[in-house]
């Protein structure tokens, strides 16, 4: 699958900065957790830590495949190219389970957020089950209908939305710094936290990943092997800051992290700046949702597209319109969330979470292959982490040690979930005969996926 519209790349640099903030955070929502359950120095220096061993690493792994291909397939075509098609299969598979649970999350995280807007601005109750269905249904297809207006579109739209997430949380620093003293900032060391480990460390790692989604939007940026490293370094960087900033302003509010909650930044902007601060953070979150959901929406399609146009997938999930949107598999997975949004929030990101850390070993693995199989693509102009192959493996050790790390807080039922999903997707390409449909679609068909040599 092609860039849309059949020319050049369509996303410059700052669309894509944009468009991989969405991907990764969107904004400090659901820091508050952190907080809750390690108090917030302990937040602190895990926000400021994690991104460098944890995120950066994925990040440049993304950068180096991505501006080596022309294609929409991200770690599926990556998978492919050095692993085979087995494992290609495999990740997006998984990938494609991880969006359904994925696209779920974020409307139900926005009508979490209209129900608080709705009893403490309008006074009203609290959103009945039909209700939340019938407005998380109108938050889905209206994303939906920007996606199948193409990639410009969604990109468009997500700078649009950056001001307005980031835009009231600025405003809440600035005020604390100017009117806060500095010995409230030592006040949230008075009560020392018991650390709930476990929780905490699984939810840092969810909050600060999701750069591997960039890599299906390689067939639409105008100058992939320039513009993805830059654009990584740069979202790293504002990620950390957007969400180690609020956190120490918001301990020198309210040292008790104990009172910390979900949504809880509403209050704290409301403290500082009062209820017209407190009003835009709440319509922060609203935007934060619409532009996570836009964002995944298009990654995903783009994925399942480009795996069914292998022969990977059904083939009516590869139908593409005239300016080459995904659009049948755009439907498909907004159809799937406008039933999935009923599942239990913690149930979604569980699943998910599990999800990640099955790809991230194939990931890694595929940039270690393909760096040995083409030792001179950088040659060529693509970009190259500049390691040796040696360091390239250690280099990718330490996110791999880390996901395995966390399977040891994973729920039982989650890691079932997980064996079942691995043995289904072995059993299934068997079965199938996928590899026979992989080899004759393959010879079909004219997609540029990695080209490394």
């Not at 994303?143 to 997500?158: D, E, H, P």
């Not at 997938?313 to 799937?336: C, D, E, M, W």
Request: hydrophobic content about 55%.
């Amino acid at each position: 699958m092609q860039a849309e519209g059949g020319g050049s790349g369509k996303i410059g640099f700052w669309e894509l900065v944009v468009t991989a903030f969405f991907a990764v955070s969107g904004g400090p929502w659901a820091i508050e957790q952190l907080v809750n359950v390690a108090g917030p120095y302990w937040t602190i220096a895990g926000l400021l830590a994690i991104p460098w061993i944890w995120s950066l690493p994925i990040a440049l792994m993304t950068a180096e495949l991505s501006s080596g291909s022309a294609g929409t397939g991200g770690s599926i075509s990556w998978a492919e190219a050095g692993l085979g098609p087995y494992f290609a299969y495999s990740v997006g598979t998984w990938l494609n389970f991880s969006v359904l649970f994925d696209n779920a999350i974020y409307p139900v995280i926005f009508l979490e957020a209209l129900q608080e807007c709705a009893v403490t601005y309008l006074g009203m109750g609290e959103l009945t089950p039909f209700w939340r269905f019938v407005l998380g249904n109108v938050f889905i297809w209206s994303i939906t209908y920007v996606n199948l207006k193409g990639i410009t579109a969604v990109s468009q739209s997500n700078l649009l939305m950056f001001v307005t997430v980031l835009g009231p949380f600025i405003v809440m620093v600035l005020i604390a710094f100017a009117i806060l003293p500095v010995q409230a900032y030592a006040h949230a060391a008075d009560t020392l936290p018991t650390i709930q480990f476990g929780t905490f460390f699984t939810a840092l790692l969810w909050n600060t990943c999701g750069y591997d989604a960039l890599g299906p939007l390689a067939a639409d940026v105008q100058n992939p092997a320039r513009d993805y490293p830059r654009a990584m370094f740069m979202v790293v960087a504002m990620v950390t800051v957007v969400y180690a900033l609020p956190v120490v302003i918001g301990a020198a509010v309210e040292p008790d992290y104990t009172a910390w909650h979900t949504g809880f930044w509403v209050i704290i902007a409301e403290r500082i700046g009062g209820r017209l601060l407190s009003a835009a953070v709440s319509f922060s979150a609203l935007t934060c949702s619409v532009g996570l959901y836009m964002s995944l929406l298009a990654v995903g399609a783009r994925q399942l597209s480009c795996q069914a146009q292998l022969g990977l997938a059904p083939a009516f999930l590869g139908r593409v319109s005239p300016a080459n949107v995904p659009v049948s598999a755009t439907i498909f997975f907004s159809a799937a969330a406008s039933v999935l949004i009923m599942l239990p929030f913690s149930s979604l990101v569980e699943k998910s979470a599990l999800i990640t850390v099955l790809v991230c070993f194939i990931q890694f693995a595929s940039l270690v292959a393909l760096r040995r199989k083409h030792p001179a693509a950088g040659d060529a102009g693509q970009y190259r982490i500049p390691l040796s192959d040696r360091a390239l493996v250690v280099f990718s050790l330490l996110p791999c040690a880390l996901v395995a790390f966390s399977l040891i807080f994973v729920e039982v039922s989650t890691l079932a979930v997980g064996v079942v999903m691995v043995a289904v997707t072995h059993v299934t390409w068997h079965a199938l005969h996928l590899k026979d449909r992989y080899t004759s679609s393959k010879a079909s068909l004219a997609l540029a996926d990695i080209d490394l040599a």
